[in-house]
Protein backbone atom coordinates (compact mmCIF):
# COMPACT_ATOMS: atom_id res chain seq x y z
CA UNK A 1 0.00 0.00 0.00
CA UNK A 2 0.63 3.76 -1.00
CA UNK A 3 2.67 5.16 1.88
CA UNK A 4 3.96 8.85 2.11
CA UNK A 5 5.96 11.11 4.50
CA UNK A 6 4.03 14.37 6.14
CA UNK A 7 5.79 16.89 8.18
CA UNK A 8 3.87 19.48 10.19
CA UNK A 9 6.64 22.30 10.76
CA UNK A 10 7.25 24.06 13.34
CA UNK A 11 5.07 26.97 12.80
CA UNK A 12 2.25 24.54 12.04
CA UNK A 13 2.95 23.83 16.04
CA UNK A 14 3.23 26.72 17.48
CA UNK A 15 0.25 27.98 15.54
CA UNK A 16 -1.96 25.51 16.79
CA UNK A 17 -2.66 23.72 14.02
CA UNK A 18 -1.59 20.08 14.95
CA UNK A 19 -5.13 19.11 15.27
CA UNK A 20 -6.82 20.73 12.28
CA UNK A 21 -3.93 19.19 10.02
CA UNK A 22 -4.37 15.87 11.03
CA UNK A 23 -7.80 15.71 11.09
CA UNK A 24 -7.96 16.51 7.45
CA UNK A 25 -5.66 13.45 6.69
CA UNK A 26 -7.89 11.35 8.93
CA UNK A 27 -11.57 12.42 8.02
CA UNK A 28 -10.38 12.67 4.06
CA UNK A 29 -9.71 8.44 4.97
CA UNK A 30 -6.21 8.46 4.89
CA UNK A 31 -4.42 6.04 7.61
CA UNK A 32 -1.76 7.00 10.10
CA UNK A 33 1.11 4.35 10.26
CA UNK A 34 3.53 6.43 12.06
CA UNK A 35 3.65 10.06 13.99
CA UNK A 36 6.22 11.29 16.28
CA UNK A 37 6.67 14.80 18.10
CA UNK A 38 10.23 15.89 17.84
CA UNK A 39 13.35 18.42 17.42
CA UNK A 40 15.08 18.30 14.24
CA UNK A 41 18.60 18.04 14.22
CA UNK A 42 20.89 20.08 11.53
CA UNK A 43 22.05 16.49 10.06
CA UNK A 44 18.22 15.32 9.62
CA UNK A 45 17.29 18.57 7.63
CA UNK A 46 20.19 18.83 5.61
CA UNK A 47 19.36 15.52 4.94
CA UNK A 48 15.98 15.52 4.32
CA UNK A 49 16.30 19.05 1.91
CA UNK A 50 19.63 17.99 0.48
CA UNK A 51 17.81 18.34 -3.38
CA UNK A 52 17.98 22.16 -1.84
CA UNK A 53 21.29 22.55 -0.96
CA UNK A 54 22.17 24.96 -3.76
CA UNK A 55 19.71 27.41 -3.34
CA UNK A 56 19.86 30.58 -1.56
CA UNK A 57 17.33 29.80 0.63
CA UNK A 58 18.72 26.42 2.30
CA UNK A 59 20.45 27.46 5.19
CA UNK A 60 17.28 29.29 6.38
CA UNK A 61 14.76 27.10 5.65
CA UNK A 62 17.55 24.49 7.32
CA UNK A 63 17.38 26.95 10.61
CA UNK A 64 13.64 27.21 10.48
CA UNK A 65 12.77 23.81 10.35
CA UNK A 66 15.46 23.01 13.11
CA UNK A 67 13.95 26.04 15.04
CA UNK A 68 11.02 24.22 17.03
CA UNK A 69 9.08 20.97 17.60
CA UNK A 70 7.78 19.47 14.82
CA UNK A 71 5.50 16.69 14.21
CA UNK A 72 6.90 13.38 11.52
CA UNK A 73 4.23 11.10 10.09
CA UNK A 74 3.89 8.19 7.69
CA UNK A 75 0.26 8.21 6.46
CA UNK A 76 -0.78 5.19 3.95
CA UNK A 77 -3.53 5.28 1.13
CA UNK A 78 -4.42 4.46 -2.17
CA UNK A 79 -3.11 7.46 -4.06
CA UNK A 80 -2.01 8.85 -1.12
CA UNK A 81 1.48 10.97 -2.15
CA UNK A 82 -0.55 12.88 -4.69
CA UNK A 83 -3.73 13.09 -2.96
CA UNK A 84 -1.46 14.77 -0.07
CA UNK A 85 0.09 16.92 -1.82
CA UNK A 86 -3.29 18.45 -3.37
CA UNK A 87 -4.60 18.47 0.65
CA UNK A 88 -1.27 20.46 1.40
CA UNK A 89 -1.39 22.91 -1.85
CA UNK A 90 0.88 25.26 -4.05
CA UNK A 91 4.47 25.66 -2.25
CA UNK A 92 3.68 29.69 -1.54
CA UNK A 93 0.65 30.16 0.88
CA UNK A 94 -0.02 32.97 -1.02
CA UNK A 95 -0.84 31.39 -4.44
CA UNK A 96 -2.14 28.28 -2.63
CA UNK A 97 -5.44 27.35 -3.52
CA UNK A 98 -8.22 28.13 -0.50
CA UNK A 99 -9.61 24.73 0.68
CA UNK A 100 -5.72 23.45 1.13
CA UNK A 101 -3.96 23.45 3.77
CA UNK A 102 -1.46 26.41 2.95
CA UNK A 103 -3.92 28.28 1.06
CA UNK A 104 -6.09 28.02 4.29
CA UNK A 105 -4.35 29.11 6.88
CA UNK A 106 -0.63 30.39 5.61
CA UNK A 107 0.74 34.05 3.91
CA UNK A 108 4.22 33.52 3.75
CA UNK A 109 6.87 30.58 1.52
CA UNK A 110 9.05 30.48 4.47
CA UNK A 111 6.51 29.71 6.77
CA UNK A 112 4.37 27.64 4.63
CA UNK A 113 3.46 24.52 7.93
CA UNK A 114 3.33 21.47 6.50
CA UNK A 115 5.59 19.33 4.16
CA UNK A 116 4.56 16.26 2.19
CA UNK A 117 6.92 13.98 -0.04
CA UNK A 118 6.23 14.85 -4.06
CA UNK A 119 6.49 11.33 -5.31
CA UNK A 120 6.10 8.18 -4.52
CA UNK A 121 10.37 7.18 -4.68
CA UNK A 122 10.69 10.47 -2.79
CA UNK A 123 8.18 9.28 0.00
CA UNK A 124 10.40 6.35 0.33
CA UNK A 125 13.61 7.91 0.75
CA UNK A 126 11.79 10.19 2.97
CA UNK A 127 10.69 7.61 4.91
CA UNK A 128 13.07 5.43 5.72
CA UNK A 129 15.57 8.83 6.33
CA UNK A 130 12.50 9.87 9.37
CA UNK A 131 11.62 6.62 11.03
CA UNK A 132 13.28 3.31 11.54
CA UNK A 133 10.40 -0.29 11.20
CA UNK A 134 9.79 -0.17 14.13
CA UNK A 135 8.32 2.76 14.51
CA UNK A 136 5.83 2.16 11.74
CA UNK A 137 2.12 0.57 12.97
CA UNK A 138 0.82 -1.73 10.44
CA UNK A 139 -2.97 -1.78 11.28
CA UNK A 140 -6.01 -2.32 9.52
CA UNK A 141 -8.59 0.33 9.80
CA UNK A 142 -12.28 -1.45 10.67
CA UNK A 143 -13.33 1.64 8.65
CA UNK A 144 -11.61 0.46 5.23
CA UNK A 145 -14.86 -1.29 3.84
CA UNK A 146 -16.58 2.15 4.43
CA UNK A 147 -13.90 4.13 2.31
CA UNK A 148 -13.65 0.69 -0.35
CA UNK A 149 -15.82 -0.34 -2.30
P1 LIG B 1 7.41 22.02 -1.31
O1 LIG B 1 7.54 22.12 0.19
O2 LIG B 1 6.10 22.55 -1.79
O3 LIG B 1 7.73 20.64 -1.84
P2 LIG B 1 10.02 22.81 -2.38
O4 LIG B 1 10.41 21.38 -2.28
O5 LIG B 1 10.21 23.49 -3.68
O6 LIG B 1 8.50 23.04 -1.93
O7 LIG B 1 10.82 23.66 -1.29
C1 LIG B 1 11.02 23.14 0.01
C2 LIG B 1 10.75 24.25 1.00
O8 LIG B 1 11.70 25.30 0.83
C3 LIG B 1 9.39 24.94 0.83
O9 LIG B 1 8.36 24.24 1.49
C4 LIG B 1 9.64 26.29 1.41
C5 LIG B 1 11.09 26.56 1.06
N1 LIG B 1 11.19 27.35 -0.17
C6 LIG B 1 10.99 26.90 -1.44
N2 LIG B 1 11.15 27.88 -2.34
C7 LIG B 1 11.48 28.99 -1.61
C8 LIG B 1 11.78 30.35 -1.94
N3 LIG B 1 11.79 30.77 -3.20
N4 LIG B 1 12.06 31.20 -0.91
C9 LIG B 1 12.06 30.78 0.36
N5 LIG B 1 11.79 29.51 0.75
C10 LIG B 1 11.50 28.64 -0.22
MG1 LIG C 1 9.51 19.59 -1.95
Redesign the pocket.
Known sequence: MERTFLAIKPDGVQRGLVGEIVRRFETKGFTLVGMKFMKVSKELAESH?DV?KERP?FSS?VNFITSGPIIAMVWEGEGVVAAARKMIGA?NPLTAEPGTIRGDFGVN??R?LI?GS?AIETAQREISLWFSDEELVTWESQMKPWLQE
Open positions: YHFLTIGNHD
